[in-house]
């Protein structure tokens, strides 16, 4: 096998992926474990601390710019695991002083011993999984809290911490204009620093949940109704699915700007300067690996050129933005870069250049599956 390369520059995010849930949920794509086993927890959490041990050649003496618990549901784990996480990574990566550190959290988990829990450790962000705010809907995707349940969250959540992100999901089974209203009310309500609107992948659900979907045009309404509100209510729009009040999340843009990130745990993908990875999602396989001091990859390669501009391409086309021509031109041949952007705008209706930007139209924006697929 060719030997793959890294070029770090001085700063990179982090992404740590803890698997574990009380119970899979309907929809759920990710790689995810229902298990509420103390033991298995750190028989997981000690495979993990070794990956980031076996990947210290990619963290020693890097800014740490930002950090990430995703999942699964990390507030499902016991906090000290976490912290013990933390104190692995410390040994390798600087913390500079503007650091952004978050932890995804369900409702159900939240108490005022684990957001103090959390707030001790460093924690200085937090994302909800909300969805939605009818109990009825939530039962029938399988989320394991109730809207009471998230309400007594936020209430602890909003004492300690000051940037909280609230996820929800349009689309969903029994979705109406009456809930979508229902659901933006509590973000008017409530005023979230972050919100983020994602649509259902549906390929997981069964059947009878997906008779109760709603059709394409009132997805597409629905959707609407939650970007016109947002921007009604001061959010700013910065990415297809997210918008902010305060700030944007510094993690979620190392990703769409595709600047180098260290993903560990299973599943968990990484992007240092054109090598590109992502770990195995099976557990067994995972431990046999680590065990064997090895990397546990899935996937590993090193993009040419022309790969890591597509991938660059699909990422920041994201951002509302658009990319920066500016920092494409330092990082790719111009005569590469110019073949690209000529493909991309003889599509005016999905792309457009201004201001040394390339960025979607407000129409690629709403169909931008379709728009993504002239990168292909």
Not at 66 to 88: I, M, N, R
Not at 123 to 129: D, T
Not at 198 to 214: G, H, R
Not at 321 to 329: F, P
């Amino acid at each position: 096998m060719r030997r793959l390369f890294w070029q770090l520059g001085g700063s990179l995010s982090i992404y740590v992926h803890v698997p574990f849930c009380s119970r899979r949920c309907a929809y759920c794509n990710f790689t995810s474990i229902a298990s509420s086993d103390p033991e298995l927890y750190l028989r997981y959490f000690k495979l993990l601390w070794r990956e980031i041990e076996l990947r210290s050649f990619q963290l020693e003496g890097k800014d740490m710019v930002s950090l990430y618990f995703g999942g699964g549901t990390p507030s499902h784990v016991p906090a000290k695991l976490l912290s013990k996480t933390l104190e692995v990574i410390l040994k390798y990566v600087k913390v500079p002083d503007e650091f952004e550190f978050t932890v995804e959290v369900n409702p159900e988990d939240i108490n005022e011993e684990i957001a103090g829990d959390y707030s001790v450790l460093g924690v200085n962000r937090i994302s909800i999984g909300l969805q939605a705010a009818q109990d009825d809907i939530l039962r029938l995707i399988g989320r394991p809290h109730t809207f009471e349940d998230f309400i007594k969250a936020w209430k602890i959540l909003e004492r300690r911490f000051n940037d909280i992100n609230i996820d929800f999901i349009v689309g969903l089974p029994m979705e109406s204009r009456e809930t979508i209203a229902e659901d933006v009310k509590l973000v008017s309500w409530l005023r979230p620093s972050h919100v983020s609107v994602y649509m259902l992948e549906e390929e997981k659900l069964d059947a009878e949940k997906k008779a109760l979907l709603p059709d394409e045009e009132e997805v597409v309404e629905h959707f609407l109704i939650f970007c016109n509100t947002l921007s009604d209510e001061g959010y700013r729009r910065y990415e297809i699915s997210n918008w902010y009040l305060t700030k944007p999340s510094f993690h979620n843009l190392s990703y769409w700007k595709n600047q180098d990130y260290i993903g560990v745990g299973l599943s968990a993908g990484g992007h240092v300067s054109r090598f590109r990875y992502v770990n195995t999602g099976n557990l067994r396989v995972y431990s046999e690996k680590i065990l064997e001091g090895k990397l546990p990859y899935e996937y590993a390669h090193n993009n040419s050129e022309e790969e890591e501009l597509r991938e660059t391409l699909f990422m920041c086309l994201r951002l509302i933005e658009g990319c920066d021509l500016a920092d494409l031109e330092k990082r790719f041949s111009g005569q590469l870069l110019g073949r690209y952007l000529k493909k991309l705008l003889t599509n005016p209706h999905y792309f457009e250049r201004q201001n040394k930007k390339l960025r979607l139209t407000s129409l690629g924006i709403l169909h931008s599956a379709s728009a993504m697929e002239m990168l292909v």
